[in-house]
């Protein structure tokens, strides 16, 4: 009996020392993933700071990619999310006033930043979808980062990224999904692509859903999706789906109004409070967009 219990206790202790040796290895993993050092390069852009281009990028950063979504409606900043398993972050102060980046940022630190997610220290931003505003032309990425310099300053530091160990084995385990460190999933060396004239055609109607950050609750095939573990589950937008029976004017009611042509108010996570101060040219273009794709089966987490 003394030798079956030691041998018991030498593969439990076997055991023991495996987990732990995943889990430092995940931790490290995880660790190096944040703390990589991207070297980029970034194109110089002219910034311009007439009105005309002020007002072109606060209709892009405000009404299609909505970005006070993530860092507030003052642009201070805002915790992202804040769970005592997986611990907190959040998004700059984009601002130039006391703890925001606006002031320290150059020009090239806003394209880094904006295209390619990662910081002038070269570390990958988190959440930050530059893996889509890397699509955004040269002129409109001008015109965003003019309207940027031009909001209000904010005095608020922030909180910045407290990760618990948990969370650092899920990150390493994929839980969160590829988007969460853009950089990793962009081609930087990849010449940059020409998006489409802006117009009521399908292809700038696929470029806004890109810029817009449809795909991230919808799916890149949209066909349904879910932006992260615990958020609520977006809709099939394919023929396939929900949208199969809508008209056009019922999809700009939604996006303008937040209600379904049964007179359902939406779930508040949809960010159709920016998306209402698109154009009509914009909603047609995506909703052109959405019916050339072909029907697809509804997700299902």
Not at 148 to 168: F, H, M
Request: aromatic share 8%; charged share 20%; with cysteine.
């Amino acid at each position: 009996m003394r030798k079956v219990l030691k041998w018991i206790g030498i593969v439990l202790g076997g055991l023991v020392l495996l987990l732990v040796i995943a889990g430092i290895s995940l931790y490290l993993v995880a660790r190096g993933r944040l703390n990589r050092d991207y070297d980029i390069q970034v194109e110089a852009i002219t910034i311009p700071t007439d009105e005309a281009t002020v007002e072109r990028g606060g209709h892009l950063v405000e009404a299609v990619s909505g970005c006070g979504g993530c860092h507030g409606e003052d642009f201070g900043g805002l915790p992202l999310f804040d769970d005592p398993t997986v611990g907190t972050v959040y998004s700059s102060n984009l601002t130039s006033g006391e703890g925001g980046v606006g002031g320290q940022f150059s020009d090239e630190d806003w394209i880094r930043a904006i295209r390619h997610g990662v910081r002038p220290t070269g570390e990958p931003l988190v959440i930050m979808p530059a893996h889509h505003f890397y699509r955004y032309s040269d002129d409109d990425l001008a015109s965003i980062i003019a309207y940027v310099k031009t909001v209000p300053p904010v005095d608020r530091e922030s909180g910045g990224r407290q990760l618990t160990i948990p969370a650092y084995f899920l990150l390493a385990l994929g839980a969160f999904g590829p988007a969460v460190i853009p950089a990793e999933i962009i081609d930087h060396e990849a010449p940059h692509p020409e998006p489409p004239q802006p117009g009521v055609t399908e292809a700038y109607g696929e470029h806004l859903s890109y810029v817009a950050t449809c795909r991230d609750c919808h799916g890149n095939d949209f066909a349904g999706g879910q932006a992260g573990p615990g958020q609520p589950i977006a809709p099939n937008l394919t023929p396939g789906g929900e949208l199969a029976n809508w008209s056009q004017e019922d999809f700009m009611t939604l996006i303008r109004t937040g209600t379904t042509p049964e007179g359902e108010q939406v779930d508040p996570f949809m960010p159709w409070m920016a998306y209402q101060n698109m154009t009509d040219e914009e909603l047609q273009a995506i909703w052109l967009y959405l019916q050339s794709l072909p029907a697809r089966e509804s997700f299902t987490p």
